[in-house]
């Protein structure tokens, strides 16, 4: 499975920024497709996780309520939409995709994208 995040940018406290995970290689809908985030000098942080075949999702709790996981099957590619976003949201946003795990622990993942570098000025 290849992936290609793709979507950050700079934006000031309280903006929005969509970002996107293309998937090719392997049928799509049987993933597990998660995002996860790091910032400079900190551990890689779980997102959210979204069940490709039924939509089932899961949240951290900093980013509840503010960002939505969703995915568009037909065009094999998974969104991260963030909606009043802070300085604190600052990171290097990665997209992750695994073969039977639906959890928040990285390792646990078999697939990763390269990265999109989100930047929030306050």
């Known amino acids: 499975v290849q992936l290609q995040a793709s979507g950050g940018g700079l934006v000031q406290a309280g903006d929005s920024l969509r970002l996107s995970c293309a998937a090719s290689?392997?049928?799509?809908?049987?993933?597990?497709m998660a995002w996860f985030r790091q910032a400079p000098e900190e551990e890689r942080e779980f997102v959210a996780v979204?069940?490709?075949?039924?939509?089932?999702?899961y949240y951290s709790d900093p980013i509840k309520g503010r960002f939505t996981i969703s995915r568009d099957n037909a065009k094999n590619t998974v969104y991260l939409q963030m909606n009043s976003l802070k300085p604190e949201d600052t990171a290097v946003y990665y997209c992750a995709a695994a073969l039977n795990y639906f959890g928040i622990y990285p390792q646990r993942y078999d697939y990763w994208g390269q990265g999109t570098q989100v930047t929030v000025s306050s």
């Open positions: 290689g392997r049928t799509f809908s049987s993933l597990m």
């Open positions: 979204i069940r490709l075949s039924s939509g089932s999702t």
